[in-house]
């Protein structure tokens, strides 16, 4: 029997003649997603220039996992917000983001555990890119359950805010078929890369986490996993 990853490999590859656009009508799903009937929280603008050279965050980047449990202010939060899914173009009415993504289609929602933040409540938030603000999904303190849902990683307890990267499938799969499932995973590769270089660039730790139970997480985010499923997470918190 062919491993599934070799066999995902074969039938998504690009071969002359062979035709991967979708074989079912798939009903595309809304461009950006909202909550509503949840509380709104509207963050500080983010600051869009200066700060210090490429050369130097590119090469001090790192993944640190520990965190003092200091508060991060809000427009510490607005600005890697900004540095991960901020709109920064626009070509014919389309808007374009800080991390680019195949199609422009931007399948990659993200979610927030806010743990230590100035002036918000702990909960799950998600974020609203259309309109730069976050909607509290669900109050309460999940540092546990994230933290036994991403295999008892600590830094889940121990960071100011968690960012929890789902896909919606099939905003890119309309176009590209089942080779969607490639780049879904390379545009969070994107976003996280933005987020390490933003953090490190403001002087906190960050470390992605690819090791989680994809089920545990999408019920703590309320999702099915089908449609829309966690695919990365990464934590960001005060260093020493
Ligand atoms: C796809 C991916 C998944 C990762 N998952 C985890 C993880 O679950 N836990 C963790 O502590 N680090 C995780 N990391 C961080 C790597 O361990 C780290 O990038 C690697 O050790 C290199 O170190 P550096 O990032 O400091 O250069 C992950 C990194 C990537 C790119």
Known sequence: MIPVGEKFFMDTKYTRGKDLTPSRVIKIPEAYKEYTNVPTVFLPAPVVGGGESIWDV??????????????????????????????????????????????????????????????????????????????????????TSLKEACLGQHMLSTCAVAF???????????????????????????ICQNLYLAATAMGLGCCAIGAFFDDEVNQILGLDGITESVIYIATVGKLT
């Open 164 to 190: 929890i990267w789902t896909a919606v499938i099939d905003r890119c799969r309309v176009k590209y078929g089942e080779r969607a499932f490639r780049y879904i995973f390379m545009d969070v590769g994107h």
């Open 58 to 143: 590119i090469r001090k980047r790192r993944s640190k996992r520990r965190y003092t449990g200091d508060i991060m202010t809000q427009k510490e939060l607005s600005q890697l917000l900004w540095a991960t899914q901020g709109i920064t173009g626009r070509v014919s009415g389309f808007l374009l983001r800080s991390a680019p993504s195949a199609g422009a289609l931007y399948p990659i929602e993200t979610y927030l555990w806010i743990h230590r933040v100035e002036d918000l409540s702990m909960g799950i938030y998600h974020f609203n890119v259309k309109r730069f603000c976050l909607e509290m999904i669900r109050g309460g303190n999940y540092s």
